[in-house]
T-cell receptor, first 110, second 114 residues
Framework: SQTIHQWPATLVQPVGSPLSLECTVE??????LYWYRQAAGRGLQLLFY??????ISSEVPQNLSASRPQDRQFILSSKKLLLSDSGFYLC?????????FGPGTRLTVT | DAKTTQPPSMDCAEGRAANLPCNHS???????VYWYRQIHSQGPQYIIH???NNETNEMASLIITEDRKSSTLILPHATLRDTAVYYC???????????????FGQGTTLQVKP
């Protein structure tokens, strides 16, 4: 069976500090991978998606970047965090029609 | 922008069927309707999806109107553990078609009461 992992589960970072969130998927090969963000009290917003190693598509302009160095690894990064980057970050993988979400990382920028 | 509208909240008695409505009047012919739910501080959980026909699985049933402009998620025997935010989503195709974007709205907060 497939599983998706995210870490860390929670993170508190000061404004201006760098960020690296990691997502890995087990039990499948060549998955489509996604990063979503959920701001407090709101629905999820797609940030990035990837259909293969090194292939990243960005949905919204922002302070973040994504990379996919390996088939089942997806990384979300920032060089300098802003207060507005606070939120719940979710990684997802998909079969052709269904997306499955990881447990998420709750980021608080102070 | 979300392509669906849902009531912000609903109550349901434990053991009864929960019927959650959703409007998606601008849905395109090749766009699927998905339902997810999210329990506080957890990742969304996939429930069911459909295109035109009604669908049923071990969790729920999905009824889609013939014109595809609305749908209803049915939880046949709601339990207290079904209390969650339920999202009705239209999946927008990206790129080649095997990649899709889920556009989340505000969802419906379902409260199952004993």
């Amino acid at each position: 069976s497939q599983t998706i992992h995210q870490w860390p589960a929670t993170l508190v970072q000061p404004v201006g500090s760098p960020l690296s969130l990691e997502c890995t998927v087990e039990g499948t090969s060549n998955p489509n991978l996604y990063w979503y963000r959920q701001a407090a009290g709101r629905g999820l917003q797609l940030l990035f998606y990837s259909v293969g190693i090194g292939q990243i598509s960005s949905e919204v302009p922002q302070n973040l970047s994504a990379s996919r160095p390996q088939d089942r690894q997806f990384i979300l990064s920032s060089k300098k965090l802003l207060l507005s980057d606070s939120g719940f970050y979710l990684c997802a993988w998909s079969r052709p029609k269904e997306q499955y979400f990881g447990p998420g990382t709750r980021l608080t920028v102070t | 922008d979300a392509k669906t509208t849902q009531p912000p909240s609903m109550d349901c008695a434990e053991g009864r069927a929960a019927n959650l409505p959703c409007n998606h009047s601008t849905i395109s012919g090749n766009e699927y309707v998905y339902w997810y739910r999210q329990i506080h501080s957890q990742g969304p959980q996939y429930i069911i999806h459909g295109l035109k026909n009604n669908e049923t699985n071990e969790m729920a049933s999905l009824i889609i109107t013939e014109d595809r402009k609305s749908s209803t998620l049915i939880l046949p025997h709601a339990t207290l553990r079904d209390t969650a935010v339920y999202y009705c989503i239209v999946r927008v195709v990206l790129g080649s078609g095997n990649t899709g974007k889920l556009i989340f709205g505000q969802g419906t907060t379902l409260q199952v009461k004993p």
